[in-house]
Nanobody, 124 residues
Framework: QVQLVESGGGLVQAGGSLRLSCVASGRTFSNVYVGWFRQAPGKEREFVAALGRSDGRSYYADSVKGRFTISRDNAKVSVYLQMNSLKPEDTAVYYC?????????????????WGQGTQVTVSS
């Protein structure tokens, strides 16, 4: 089992920045693959970013590439999502996710553990 708790969401103007944090517990964090998804009102949950365990390889949705950065700090058992140049269309509930086995990173069904989500609202 892996428990995940997100924080850092809020209201920001377009062009601004936010940093989301996610603290994990329950497993050796360095053995866990981590990612971020988001879900806007009336839409399905979608992939945002993912990060490998030890090779540092990261993956991003085209819509956030160049603006968002995923990172992890194994010593702090945390994963982060730095979001810059935010747009109104980035407004959503953002979810931290994790799994123990490497697989496709886009489908929600490929991920096992989920946090409760944190709201990000970008005003125009």
């Amino acid at each position: 089992q892996v428990q995940l708790v997100e924080s850092g969401g809020g209201l920001v103007q377009a062009g601004g920045s936010l940093r989301l944090s996610c603290v994990a517990s329950g497993r050796t964090f360095s053995n866990v693959y981590v990612g971020w998804f988001r879900q806007a009102p009336g839409k399905e949950r979608e992939f945002v970013a993912a990060l490998g365990r030890s090779d540092g390889r990261s993956y991003y949705a085209d819509s956030v590439k160049g603006r968002f950065t995923i990172s992890r700090d194994n010593a702090k058992v945390s994963v982060y999502l730095q979001m810059n140049s935010l747009k109104p269309e980035d407004t959503a509930v953002y979810y931290c996710t994790a799994r123990l086995i490497n697989s496709d990173y886009v489908p929600t069904t490929a991920w096992v553990y989920w946090g409760q989500g944190t709201q990000v609202t970008v005003s125009s």
